[in-house]
Structures are given as C-alpha cells and as structure tokens.
C-alpha cells in the first residue's frame, strides 16, 4: 500500500492489516481472525441451493438435476490467524533503551558547530543518557524523573556550559508494541566559557527507544525496511525530510554483519551502500555514500541501532551524514523484518 498523503510504501504479509489516514499509514498488525472471517463472509457469493429441472421431451428425456455453488470453507482462514507466528503485539514499550542525536547550532555565528549522536545504546530512564560529539564532547538527558527528559549537560573543550537545564521539547512521529522514534530540540541558549560561544540545539534531532531485544534469535537471514525522517542544517531551523529505510541482516552465535545499508530522505539526502556489525543486540554502521541534497562523497555517514522486541521482529537507530562544504544532516530509522 502506498501513501497518497506521505508517498512512503508499506508492504502487507499474508494475515496482516494497518491502519490509514490523512497522516499516513501505520505499522503492519496481525489481522484479529474475527475480521478475517467477516470479510470473507462480506465478499462472498451467496451459494445456491439444489433444484431439478424439467426432463426435456421424447425418448430421451428425464428429470434433470442441478446444483448450487457452496459457501467457501473459511476455517483455514481463522486457523492461519490464529496460529500465526506474528504474536499481538503490546501497545507501547514499556522500557526506554535506545539512541539519540542532534545538531548543535552556534547561536553567535548562526552557524553549524557539530553533530552528536549516541555510539552506544543508552537508557533514557536514567540520569545520563548520552550523545558524543567530537573529541570528549557530549549532550547528557535525564530521564529519571518520570515527568519529561530533560537537557542537563552539553560539555564542549572539557568544559560545561550553562543555562542548563532545560525541557527536552520532544515530539513523537511514530510507535509500535516495542519501540517509539521521534524529534527533539533544546532551542534555550546555552553559554560554553570554554569557546566564548552560545549554543542551542534549534536543528531537529532524533531518537528512538522501547523495549530492546533481551535474547536475540539463534540465526537471522533477511531484510529489514520501513521508514526514514531526517533533517538537514540550515540556520532556519533545517529542512525535514521523509522517506525510507533498509537494510541486509546476517546473524548467528551472537554476531553477525549489516550488508546494503540505504537511509534515504527527501530522494537526495541520506547512506546509500553502508555496511556494519552486529554485537549481541546493537549495530553499528558505517562505510557506504552520504549525500546532501544530491552533493555526495564517500565513508562520511554513520548510524547506530538495535533490534527490538522478544524475537528481532524490529530494527531502529539514528544516523547522521556530513558532506564538507555541502551540509550535514541526521535522522531516525526504524522498520520490520
């Protein structure tokens, strides 16, 4: 099915529904086997009963017989649904692990610092979720609070800067049972001593968290696909961008390897052709083409992830691209096996 409103495609497996509206469309769910049997029961023929007919005249004739078509037999149907290996999943996860990044803005200059972005998985129930940036730089989120995450650290050159902290202000794009990806900034100024300079988190960033994949299955052979958001630097505030994401996923006895790696957003910006690893539940990617509005060059994007719920069945991370003298972006992934 494909969006009129996003043009972004999903694809249906046998025994899958999702729901539509003028937002786009939603995650593929196992279709509940009572809606099966009503559409079949909808769209079916009525089948006609038996009759006999009038044997035709003369020698030959005698009492013709007849027979209506019968009812499909719709019990398959509700046994395939309910012996479905796609289990019901939850409403929402219910545990926050996972990655962010974001693009810090030079409030004097107007101008793009750098990007940070979480090179591990982070709990953002805790006091010290992190995204790094260059050398010992990082941006730090509480969470711990249980009423909104908050910005409480940005380091630059080894020093803190203040005006911290400030409201995480955070916008949700999308959920399913074990994961949830959005967008954040922090547009509050921040001073840094250490370079002379305001800062502000104005640029979207991203995250993804939920209920990270506690045993991974013993083997994984396939793809892995959905949706992609991004955004590039502008000292606007950037430019947002949709579009798609993949990836080629081998594993076994613990680790495995991330083949054909493709975020892409707006048709001209994203990784194409990325490779990376996987350890226990996480990746890392790397490698491949980044672009920036069609300006592109080599081995200069990165993304990190993790698969998610009981059996792999999800994948997410944030990635990040940087194009010199073209721009800089990054973003959000997450799709299904």
Not at 139 to 160: C, M, R, Y
Not at 251 to 263: D, K, P
Request: aromatic residues 10%; contains cysteine.
């Amino acid at each position: 099915m494909t969006s009129t409103t996003t043009g972004l495609t999903t694809t249906l497996n046998t025994g899958q529904g999702l729901n539509a509206s003028s937002e786009g469309l939603g995650n593929p769910f196992p279709t509940p086997p009572g809606v099966a049997s009503q559409f079949q029961a909808d769209t079916s023929a009525p089948g006609g009963g038996g009759g006999t007919g009038a044997g035709g005249a003369g020698a030959g004739g005698g009492a013709g017989t007849g027979s209506g078509s019968s009812p499909p037999d719709t019990s398959s149907v509700t046994q395939n649904q309910n012996t479905s290996n796609l289990a019901t999943e939850p409403t929402r996860p219910t545990n926050h692990e996972g990655f962010f990044s974001g693009m810090l803005t030079n409030a004097y200059t107007s101008s793009f610092d750098s990007t940070f972005m979480s090179t591990s998985v982070q709990n953002f129930d805790s006091s010290d979720a992190r995204a790094e940036g260059g050398s010992s730089d990082f941006v730090q989120i509480d969470g711990s609070g249980g009423s909104g995450k908050i910005v409480t650290a940005l380091l630059l050159n080894e020093t803190a800067s203040t005006g911290l902290p400030q409201p995480m202000v955070q916008t949700e794009l999308g959920h399913n049972g074990y994961m949830e990806w959005g967008y954040w900034t922090q547009p509050s100024v921040m001073h840094n001593s250490g370079t002379g300079y305001d800062y502000k988190f104005d640029n979207k960033g991203y995250y993804v968290w939920g209920d990270r994949t506690v045993t991974m299955p013993s083997s994984i052979s396939g793809t892995y696909s959905g949706a992609a958001y991004g955004t590039v630097w502008s000292s606007g505030g950037g430019t947002d961008k949709t579009g798609t994401f993949s990836m080629g996923v081998t594993f076994a006895g613990g680790t495995g390897s991330i083949s054909n790696f493709n975020v892409w957003v707006g048709g001209d910006t994203g990784i194409s052709s990325g490779t990376g690893s996987i350890l226990g539940s996480n990746f890392t990617v790397g490698g491949g083409t980044a672009c920036v509005n069609n300006n592109c060059t080599s081995g200069v994007g990165a993304a990190t992830g993790a698969f998610y719920g009981p059996n792999a069945q999800h994948a997410g991370g944030v990635w990040q691209v940087s194009v010199p003298i073209y721009g800089n972006a990054n973003g959000v992934f997450q799709g299904s096996k």
